[in-house]
T-cell receptor, first 112, second 115 residues
Framework: SQQGEEDPQALSIQEGENATMNCSYKTSINNLQWYRQNSGRGLVHLILIRSNEREKHSGRLRVTLDTSKKSSSLLITASRAADTASYFCATEGDFGNEKLTFGTGTRLTIIP | NAGVMQNPRHLVRRRGQEARLRCSPMKGHSHVYWYRQLPEEGLKFMVYLQKENIIDESGMPKERFSAEFPKEGPSILRIQQVVRGDSAAYFC?????????????FGSGTRLTVV
C-alpha cells in the first residue's frame, strides 16, 4: 500500500497565487522528499527534509514536516504556468538502505 | 553528465512476448531502483539493485518479472509473456549512496504498451 497520501488530489489556481499541497504518511521516516512530474516525463527531485528538521526552503518552495502528525506540506509561492505538473511526496524509512515509497500525487494546474 | 538513461522510450509488445527495459544509472551511482506507474497513479516500487546484487525485490510480481544489474552494462528489467495489465510506464532511478539522503535521479521512463 502507498505510504504517502497527498491532499488534494487536484488543485487549480491562478498564476501568481500560492499553492499548498499536503502529504500524510504512516510509519517512522528518515527523510521525506518532494518530486515533480511533468506530463509524460520522469520525476524531478525538488527538496528533501530530514526527520529532525521542521522547515526547509528552496527558492519559491517551502516544505514543512510534522513528525508527530506524520505529515508534510509543500508550498509553492508566486506560482507560474510552468509549475503545472503532478507533485509527489516520498518517504524513506528510518532503518537506512531502504527504497523511497511514493504517495499518490497532487495534480497542480496553474491558470495563466 | 547524461543523467539516468532509459531505453527504449516506448515499447509495444503483443501478449505473450517478452519485454526488456534498460537503464543506465548516472555515472558514479551504484544503486538502481525500478518503479512502475499506472496512468493517473503514483509510483509503485518494484526492485532495488546494486551491482550484481538484488537488495530488495519485495515489489516485484513473483512470476514473469526479473531484474538484474550486472557488473558491466545497464540494469535490465525483464517481463516475460506480457499481458495487457503490464501496460504502464516503468521508471528507473539511481542514487550514489545506500540511503536516499540526496534524493533519486530518475530516467524519463519506458512506456510499455501490450496489445
Amino acid at each position: 500500500s502507498q505510504q504517502g497520501e497527498e491532499d488534494p488530489q487536484a488543485l487549480s489556481i491562478q498564476e501568481g497565487e500560492n499553492a499548498t499541497m499536503n502529504c500524510s504518511y504512516k510509519t517512522s521516516i528518515n527523510n521525506l522528499q518532494w518530486y515533480r512530474q511533468n506530463s509524460g516525463r520522469g520525476l524531478v527531485h525538488l527538496i528533501l527534509i530530514r526527520s529532525n528538521e521542521r522547515e526547509k526552503h528552496s527558492g519559491r518552495l517551502r516544505v514543512t514536516l510534522d513528525t508527530s502528525k506524520k505529515s508534510s506540506s509543500l508550498l509553492i509561492t508566486a506560482s507560474r504556468a510552468a509549475d503545472t505538473a503532478s507533485y509527489f511526496c516520498a518517504t524513506e524509512g528510518d532503518f537506512g538502505n531502504e527504497k523511497l515509497t511514493f504517495g499518490t500525487g497532487t495534480r497542480l494546474t496553474i491558470i495563466p | 553528465n547524461a543523467g539516468v538513461m532509459q531505453n527504449p522510450r516506448h515499447l509495444v509488445r503483443r501478449r505473450g512476448q517478452e519485454a526488456r527495459l534498460r537503464c543506465s544509472p548516472m555515472k558514479g551511482h551504484s544503486h538502481v531502483y525500478w518503479y512502475r506507474q499506472l496512468p493517473e497513479e503514483g509510483l509503485k516500487f518494484m526492485v532495488y539493485l546494486q551491482k550484481e546484487n538484488i537488495i530488495d525485490e519485495s515489489g516485484m510480481p513473483k512470476e514473469r518479472f526479473s531484474a538484474e544489474f550486472p557488473k558491466e552494462g545497464p540494469s535490465i528489467l525483464r517481463i516475460q509473456q506480457v499481458v495487457r495489465g503490464d501496460s504502464a510506464a516503468y521508471f528507473c532511478a539511481s542514487s550514489p549512496l545506500t540511503d536516499a539522503n540526496y534524493g533519486y535521479t530518475f530516467g524519463s521512463g519506458t512506456r510499455l504498451t501490450v496489445v
